[in-house]
T-cell receptor, first 112, second 112 residues
Framework: LAKTTQPISMDSYEGQEVNITCSHN???????ITWYQQFPSQGPRFIIQ???TKVTNEVASLFIPADRKSSTLSLPRVSLSDTAVYYC?????????????FGSGTRLLVRP | NAGVTQTPKFQVLKTGQSMTLQCAQD?????MYWYRQDPGMGLRLIYY???????DKGEVPNGYNVSRLNKREFSLRLESAAPSQTSVYFC???????????FGEGSWLTVV
């Protein structure tokens, strides 16, 4: 069963840049890569999405190499409120159907 | 601006009881999903529906049934609840383009 792979956890300090990488070897040709943030007791929240190269919005950047088998979420100058679980999401074409499978998630802890 | 609405938010069941989790979206999305999230774990796909009248199994479908009643509504049924089904259940919907999906607030289910 094809899945994405992310580090289980990461630690950082306020003001630092954090990079979280997700591997997705079996990504479908036309799929986009999307990252979500989840706080305890809440549903996941959309952060950023991209197809290839680099995408930047007001909260993050997303880097995708040419082969698209991985992606890196970059959070500039994190704050305590960025402590959350981050999920990488890609669509996998399995059994002739289309399913959206979450990665295992990366638990980011931002320390003062 | 309701988005994705789930009910009930909290439920306690006895082993063997049945219940249905309701989900509705007002974004005219074709695709809808049910995920479960166990404590400290990532989201796992139970069932999904690519369009009205169609449903497909996800990663962990055993013990569940679903109904795509119409374009707006996608329900999840536990016919005979088991303690292993204690979890938080999230309903989600997705538009036809890209992977941006929108989550409900979650339904906390405890089976005793």
């Amino acid at each position: 069963l094809a899945k994405t792979t992310q580090p289980i956890s990461m630690d950082s300090y306020e003001g630092q840049e954090v990079n979280i990488t997700c591997s997705h070897n079996n990504i479908a040709t036309n799929d986009y890569i999307t990252w979500y943030q989840q706080f305890p007791s809440q549903g996941p929240r959309f952060i950023i999405q991209g197809y290839k190269t680099k995408v930047t919005n007001e909260v993050a950047s997303l880097f995708i190499p040419a082969d698209r088998k991985s992606s890196t979420l970059s959070l500039p100058r994190v704050s305590l409120s960025d402590t959350a679980v981050y999920y990488c999401l890609v669509g996998f074409l399995m059994d002739s159907s289309y399913k959206l499978i979450f990665g295992s998630g990366t638990r980011l802890l931002v320390r003062p | 601006n309701a988005g994705v609405t789930q009910t009930p938010k909290f439920q306690v069941l006895k082993t063997g009881q049945s219940m249905t989790l309701q989900c509705a979206q007002d974004m005219n999305h074709n695709s809808m999903y049910w995920y479960r999230q166990d404590p400290g774990m990532g989201l796992r796909l139970i069932y999904y529906s690519a369009s009205e009248g169609t449903t497909d199994k996800g990663e962990v479908p055993n013990g569940y049934n679903v109904s795509r009643l119409n374009k707006r509504e996608f329900s999840l049924r536990l016919e005979s609840a088991a303690p292993s089904q204690t979890s938080v259940y999230f309903c989600a919907s997705r538009g036809d383009i890209r992977n941006t999906i929108y989550f409900g607030e979650g339904s906390w289910l405890t089976v005793v």
